[in-house]
């Protein structure tokens, strides 16, 4: 079979390595693809936003399934248009997209279908936002409805700073993503990330995470794309993963089939774990970035047969098979990220796979025959071990082979449980 990888970055990377297992691939292709994808597929130029252009190129090269990484073209329709021209794709609709697209619209779901979740006010202007502020109190939780590359929330901790946040999120800060502002309750617990395929009836749970959005070790600083995650997040237990399954993610499958809108696709919920149960924070329509890193190297099952299953309603009776071991992934970043990367240092990875790590590429280029950055987050750096600490030691030791003079990263990723674990042996 022939499949066509739509994107760029770490994640598509990593599902390009795992699709490129598959006994029943003929050949990859990858759209617009990295220096790192680039070893498992052939680049090839499309211009993603014309759907036209992408339906003819998967005619041309007989296609049979296309697999769409980045959010930004789920949202703009492109699976519409492949599935109008019968080409088999894994993801979401342009309606059923808008569980990323708008946070709005999947806070109204949630209020719909009685999903819990933090309470909200969705809010259209300016003066609209700071009216509200008044129902809510600090700290304030402030998300740009629409799309902001992962970078559209801020968590105000005074009144005067929530004010600042919205006349920036109204005046152009996250471009049309912040014409219109949820405001939402401050949920008290620890974060964890669950995935679930489905083909828009059945459902099979993918796996769990959890990712650090904090720019600063400690999780301080600014939020970012994600700087480094692990699977699975033994916080998120088997009997709340049930839990999970039962109150958000199927009663959110069953609306929007109900309401018109079938989802298909993989479904990222970033969950709060409060003392009163799990709480949805938002939807991803995608696989994580760097969730997918760390899923796929954990991941024994044929990735091209699960996807082709969502693509065409077969999921019912499927099984995953995953490896009895922990994955960590350390994202190293560009120097200036969050903010203005700086791009164009040179890399070199030397053997830092040597001992079973996988470095994938994230934002990288060639240049002059060189390896350099070209981009905020440049590589994801991703080792198996039997436990969290024992992964993070790997992940580490590879992170300390490589030569990027301008890059940093976190060197906490997993602290937390990795300290748990640490107290559990003492015990």
Request: hydrophobic residues 45%; aromatic residues 6%; glycine residues 12%.
């Amino acid at each position: 079979m022939n499949i066509l990888l739509v994107g760029s970055g770490g994640r598509e990377h990593a599902l390009a390595w795992k699709l490129a297992q598959s006994p029943s691939l003929t050949r990859l292709y990858a759209a617009p693809g990295n220096p790192g994808i680039a070893e498992e597929a052939e680049i090839v130029e499309l211009d993603l936003a014309d759907h036209a252009a992408v339906v003819g190129f998967c005619a041309d090269r007989a296609i049979g399934l296309v697999v769409i990484g980045p959010e930004a073209p789920l949202v703009d329709g492109l699976c519409d248009a492949l599935r109008a021209a019968g080409v088999p794709v894994f993801g979401p609709s342009r309606a059923a997209a808008r569980l990323e697209g708008s946070k709005g619209f999947t806070k109204d779901l949630c209020a719909r279908a009685g999903i819990p979740t933090a309470g909200y006010v969705r809010t259209s202007s300016l003066e609209e936002a700071r009216a509200a502020l008044a129902r809510f109190q600090p700290p304030y939780v402030l998300k740009a409805d629409g799309l902001a590359a992962g970078k559209g929330v801020v968590i105000a901790q005074s009144l005067s700073e929530a004010e600042a946040a919205l006349a920036e999120m109204f005046g152009g800060a996250f471009g049309s993503a912040g014409a219109e502002v949820v405001i939402e309750e401050f949920l008290e617990g620890e974060e964890a990330s669950f995935f679930a395929l489905t083909d828009g009836t059945h459902i099979i749970p993918f796996g769990s995470a959890q990712d650090h959005k904090r720019v600063g070790e400690g999780d301080t600083g600014p939020n970012t794309g994600g700087m480094g995650a692990y699977s699975p997040a033994p916080v998120l237990t088997p009997a709340l993963q049930e839990r999970v399954l039962a109150e958000i993610v199927a009663p959110t499958i069953a609306t929007m089939r109900a309401e018109g809108n079938p989802y298909q696709g993989v479904l990222y919920a970033g969950l709060m774990l409060t003392a009163e149960g799990p709480k949805l924070i938002e939807y991803n329509v995608r696989f994580g970035d760097p969730e997918a890193q760390v899923l796929m190297m954990r991941l024994e099952s044929d990735l091209v047969a699960l996807m082709l299953a969502c693509a065409q309603g077969r999921l019912e009776g499927m099984r995953i098979a995953w490896r009895d071991q922990t994955a960590l992934t350390v994202v190293m970043a560009a120097r200036g990220y969050p903010g203005t990367p700086e791009k164009g240092g040179k890399i070199a990875l030397n053997d830092a796979e040597a001992d079973g790590a996988k470095v994938f590429h994230a934002g990288t280029a060639i240049k002059d025959g060189a390896l350099v950055a070209n981009g905020g987050r440049v590589l994801n750096v991703t080792a198996l071990g039997r436990s969290v600490t024992e992964a993070q030691a790997r992940a580490y030791q590879a992170v300390d082979r490589i030569s990027f003079p301008t890059g940093f990263c976190r060197r906490d990723i997993g602290w937390r449980e990795v300290a748990r674990e640490q107290a559990g042996a003492e015990n």
